[in-house]
């Protein structure tokens, strides 16, 4: 059976609105062992938040207060590619090469789930 996106994502999308706070975001990212974050208002993918992207301000900046009062559309990056529900196994993996994770919508645009490397590890554990 051939692999698709609807195979490997996580449906439960976890992601921080670009108003809250970097505070909020390295929190959550701590709580739930996750290292990166869509952006999301209002269903639509606008960027992304990495620990690497929090890491980089870390250096940046003198001291935290200055870091944590920025709000996530200050720092946010690009927003992670989106591929439908069908999208290959050979596609995704692909697509993680440059990106943290791979957003997964259905054919209305609505978003399904997410896709990580460590959700690519998984498909091995299972054969």
């Given at each position: 059976?051939?692999?698709?996106?609807?195979?490997?994502?996580?449906?439960?999308?976890?992601?921080?609105?670009?108003d809250?706070?970097?505070?909020?975001?390295?929190?959550?990212?701590?709580?739930?062992?996750?290292?990166?974050?869509?952006?999301?208002?209002?269903?639509?993918?606008?960027?992304?938040?990495?620990?690497?992207?929090?890491?980089?301000?870390?250096?940046?900046?003198?001291?935290?207060?200055?870091?944590?009062?920025k709000?996530?559309?200050?720092?946010?990056?690009?927003?992670?590619?989106?591929?439908?529900?069908?999208?290959?196994?050979?596609?995704?993996?692909?697509?993680?090469?440059?990106?943290?994770?791979?957003?997964?919508?259905?054919?209305?645009?609505?978003?399904?789930?997410?896709?990580?490397?460590?959700?690519?590890?998984?498909?091995?554990?299972?054969?």
């Amino acid at each position: 059976k051939n692999i698709r996106a609807e195979d490997l994502m996580t449906t439960e999308v976890i992601s921080i609105s670009p108003d809250d706070s970097i505070e909020n975001a390295a929190k959550l990212m701590m709580e739930l062992k996750i290292s990166q974050l869509p952006v999301i208002d209002k269903g639509k993918v606008l960027g992304s938040i990495s620990e690497k992207t929090i890491s980089a301000l870390i250096q940046k900046f003198e001291t935290t207060e200055q870091i944590l009062e920025k709000r996530i559309k200050d720092v946010m990056e690009e927003p992670f590619p989106i591929v439908p529900r069908s999208c290959s196994i050979s596609v995704i993996s692909m697509l993680l090469e440059d990106n943290q994770a791979v957003i997964v919508s259905d054919k209305w645009g609505k978003i399904t789930g997410i896709i990580t490397k460590a959700d690519l590890l998984k498909v091995l554990q299972r054969r």
